[in-house]
């Protein structure tokens, strides 16, 4: 069936650098997709969203890119902080669904001092 | 977590058992889920309800059933429980301004023996 995946299971990255955290659809006719972030022991918080018809768009110390020619979907995070530290998961509205989502398996991102 | 309790936190069951998990928001949001998170898998969707009364199946709804009799409250019930569904439970609301994002709850965590 169609699926959000990820690129890479781990990503260790330095303190201070950027992080780029990748994410593959298969579902064209999704709507918008999600970047959340899950701490330990937490639920998934919401960190920012897209829509199909955007190809970027940036938050606070973070940015997402759509590219719906190879159906890739990235989440850029500028001067990775220790805080950052957690999984991040990619999501996709699942059609004619109430707005629910179909996750990815997630990416661990470890923040190296 | 966005005005949104589950309970219990925490449960320890037997193989056979009726469970009921109980998700309760205060934001007034019209849509409610619930999500399984299981390692290697992500978050996968049970059930979703778009209104009192009004619910349908996810994903992975068998063994599982939903009941929404007010706006503030979404009950998961496993009829008689069995160790593949040892699971965290996430329960999220949606729908409300921005209506693609979902809030999470922390999260109960259910072991069957």
């Known amino acids: 069936g169609e699926s959000v995946g990820l690129h890479l299971p781990t990503l260790s990255v330095q303190e201070g650098d950027n992080s780029i955290i990748n994410c593959a659809y298969s579902n064209s006719a999704s709507d918008y997709f999600i970047w959340y972030k899950q701490e330990s022991g937490k639920g998934p918080q919401f960190i920012i969203d897209?829509?199909?018809?955007?190809d970027k768009r940036q938050g606070q110390r973070v940015t997402v890119l759509l590219n719906k020619t190879v159906k890739h979907l990235s989440l850029q995070i500028a001067a990775t902080q220790p805080g950052d530290s957690a999984v991040y998961f990619c999501a996709e509205n699942i059609i004619n669904s109430g707005y629910a989502l179909n996750f990815g398996k997630g990416t661990s991102l470890l923040v190296t001092p | 977590d966005a005005g949104i309790t589950q309970s219990p936190r925490h449960k320890v069951t037997e193989t056979g058992t009726p469970v009921t998990l109980r998700c309760h928001q205060t934001e007034n949001h019209r849509y409610m889920y619930w999500y399984r998170q299981d390692p290697g898998h992500g978050l996968r969707l049970i059930h979703y309800s778009y209104g009192v009364k009004d619910t349908d199946k996810g994903e992975v709804s068998d063994g599982y059933s939903v009941s929404r009799s007010k706006t503030e409250d979404f009950l998961l019930t496993l009829e008689s429980a069995t160790s593949s569904q040892t699971s965290v439970y996430f329960c999220?609301?949606?729908?409300?301004?921005?209506?693609?994002?979902?809030?999470f709850g922390a999260g109960t965590r259910l072991s069957v023996l």
């Open positions: 999220a609301i949606g729908g409300g301004p921005a209506k693609n994002i979902q809030y």
């Open positions: 897209i829509r199909s018809n955007m």
